[in-house]
């Protein structure tokens, strides 16, 4: 006896073995696939003290998994992931993809001039003489400044690849 197709996924999905990973789908998008159980393991990463609203805990699950998938499409080096595995391994490569990229936008020419003037009761010695301005502080200044600018970048970038791999957020109900 010949078994239709429709029949095959109509019973699959009444026994089980399609209906929850589809209503475990909270965003979707080309290549990209992301669950509740990547949901909990962003949640179980997040400090103790952090509750997300549900919508910004998947705006941070779809980031990490698109960040993570950037970096494996560029083969960004990311020694924080050899090892590593699942969701862990997608924190590890977000993290260096965000690094990298950050650190190919750059400063423009003067912004580190340009904050050390605007702070410059912040680089005072003991006797409360300016600092100089040597290559060891414009390091620590421009690692202050790419700090501040990353989470703005990272949602530029994060909008850009959403729209790249045309990513939707779906329903409470599921996709």
């Known amino acids: 006896m010949m078994v239709r197709p429709f029949v095959v996924v109509f019973l699959m999905v009444v026994l089980g073995g399609v209906g929850p990973a589809l209503a475990g789908v909270v965003a979707k998008g080309e290549g990209v696939i992301v669950t509740t159980e990547d949901m909990a393991a962003m949640e179980k990463a997040s400090p103790p003290f ?22 494996e499409a560029r083969d960004v080096p990311c020694e924080g992931s050899l090892g590593k595995q699942g969701f862990d ?16 936008v750059g ?13 410059e009761k912040m680089f ?26 990353a989470p703005i970048f990272a949602r530029s970038e994060y909008r850009r690849l959403v729209n790249k791999y045309k990513v939707t957020i779906c329903p409470e109900d599921g996709c």
């Open 50 to 71: 952090f509750t997300p609203t549900r919508k910004a805990l998947i705006e941070a699950t779809v980031r990490t998994l698109l960040f993570a998938k950037e970096a």
């Open 107 to 119: 400063l423009k020419q003067g912004a580190v001039v340009s904050y050390y003037r605007a702070h």
């Open 89 to 104: 391994r997608a924190m590890a490569l977000s993290r260096c993809y965000l690094k990298e990229r950050l650190d190919q």
């Open 124 to 149: 005072l010695d003991k006797n409360g003489d300016p600092v100089p301005l040597d290559e060891r502080l414009r390091e620590i200044i421009r690692a202050r400044i790419l700090r501040a600018k």
